[in-house]
């Protein structure tokens, strides 16, 4: 998505954009500071910093019938995995958020970073914590059964087929106190980029390999294809709809202190 704007493909005009990666959960919890004016969210910590933030059309992750999904080493009923000791990714993520949606349930959960809850799955333990399951986000959607792994549900597909929507996983927002006028010209530059990697996909693919864990060429480009495509471009009509609902369920199922409804830069 920001292959263009990481290497100066593109004019900003007044505009520097600095590249930091790091993994959503620590973004979501930098947002919760606003020390920074454009970062990516997760659409579960958007409905706490809303006050904050407002929403960018372009550049968010959506699961269109896939999505985060939860592993283990036996395979297991929803109503067994309610008894387990489950992995996370951080509990702002929008993984969790539909984990518990998914559930009806609290749950025992450890928090691990994300590119650790598949070998803490394979040892079933995570700095003395015992672990019966992993809500994996990323790239082990695609790599978890080269550990023999069971496949308990797939959230996005459950979500799919329970509400015909896609599952909103994350997003990109602006600081509201930077104005109007500059979060319409941030949206531009982010979609001109989000265009740009599409157009020039094998370049893009190539800089996104970098930070890659342990995928061939193959599995990136699949991967890429999941989470870059259309709804990355915009939102649409069934994209705000979807996060409408996804915010609106969290609230009522208990997990999000007030219904919050999403505020799209223009």
Known sequence: MF??????????????????????????????????????????????????????????????????????????????????????????TSAYLALRLYLESDFDCVEVPFDQIIPAVVAEKYEGRQIDAGLIIHEGQLTYGEQNLNLIVDLGKWWKDRTGLPLPLGANVVRKNLGTEAAEEIQRLLKLSIEYGLAHRDAALQYAQRYGRDLNDQQADQFVGMYVNDWTLDFGHRGREAVTRFLAEGHTAGVLPKLVEPEFIT
Do not use: W
């Open 3 to 92: 292959y263009a704007l990481a290497n100066n493909k593109l004019d900003t005009g007044d505009y520097e954009f600095t590249h930091e990666l790091v993994d959503i959960e620590t973004l979501n919890r930098r947002a919760f500071a606003a020390d920074l004016e454009l970062t990516a969210v997760s659409i579960h910590a958007y409905a706490y910093l809303y006050e904050n933030y407002i929403l960018c059309t372009c550049g968010a992750s959506m699961g269109d019938g896939y999505g985060p999904m939860v592993v283990a080493r036996k395979a297991m009923t929803a109503d067994e995995l309610r008894r387990q000791t489950i992995a996370v990714p951080g509990k702002l």
